[in-house]
């Protein structure tokens, strides 16, 4: 794995996210009270930026259309017919926040089933 430092804890407040570019990758970081989620940031529907999302329990709803997404998998929760987001390995040391930017992947299915 390769950790990235992305920002302090304190900069993503609880049940918020925040978008960060880098390169061509944009992710966005949610605090789901105290724990950090990545996901990708663009919404597989049409684009719209998750982390204006709101968050409820473990999911983000896309501020453009309302579609669910489960921040720990990246699947959607109601609309079986989206895509999937990539996931991104996230961690907290020191008080700042680490993501794996080479490890992103969507979830596949068939770990849900394991
Ligand atoms: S752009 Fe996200 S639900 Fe349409």
Redesign the pocket.
């Known amino acids: 794995m390769t950790w990235t430092k992305i920002t302090r804890v304190e900069n993503i407040p609880p049940r918020e996210g925040r978008p960060v570019r880098i390169g061509e990758l944009e992710i966005a970081i949610f605090n789901v009270n105290g724990r950090f989620l990545t996901i990708e940031n663009a ?6 930026p ?1 982390c204006d999302g709101i968050v409820t329990g473990t999911a983000v709803v ?6 669910h997404f489960d921040l720990e998998t990246g699947m959607p929760v109601r ?1 079986a017919e ?1 895509k999937c987001l990539a996931v991104f390995p996230t961690r907290v040391e020191d008080g700042v926040v680490l993501v794996d930017l080479t490890a992103g992947r969507a979830f596949n299915e068939s770990e849900a089933a394991a």
């Open positions: 919404c597989p529907h049409r684009g719209g998750l896309c501020p453009l259309h309302g579609r609309a989206a």
